[in-house]
């Protein structure tokens, strides 16, 4: 979350990631991810309390606290749609995994 996205191109942003979605599920393939870190970091800093302030660096840019926290939002992200254990390519349309183990593949939305 940046002064940018909370403020003067909200909209902009939102309708970026509203696209930024869209796109990534016109694949319709198992292995493509879509986490919307801005979402993420809304939902925790509304919990908290808190406002974009605590994590500003620039308009553009989280400052050290804010790059901490989405990266921490992002790692439970990550266990939340992977598990724990290795990442397997799955055959798109068929729903099945190969059982072969590769990288993370995520599509990581928004300005954090």
Do not use: C, R
Not at 36 to 55: C, E, F, I, P, R
């Amino acid at each position: 979350m940046t002064k940018a996205t909370a403020t003067y191109n909200h909209a902009e942003v939102e309708n970026y990631i509203a696209t930024e979605q869209a796109q990534a599920s016109s694949f319709d393939n198992p292995n493509i991810y879509f986490i919307d870190l801005n979402h993420d970091m809304s939902v925790y800093m509304a919990a908290h309390g808190q406002t974009w302030q605590s994590y500003y660096g620039d308009s553009w840019h989280p400052n050290e606290a804010g790059h901490e926290l989405a990266g921490e939002l992002l790692f439970d992200d990550f266990i939340a749609t992977f598990g724990t254990g290795s990442i397997e390519w799955q055959s798109p349309g068929s729903g099945e995994s190969t059982g072969q183990s590769y990288g993370t593949n995520a599509v990581t939305g928004g300005n954090v």
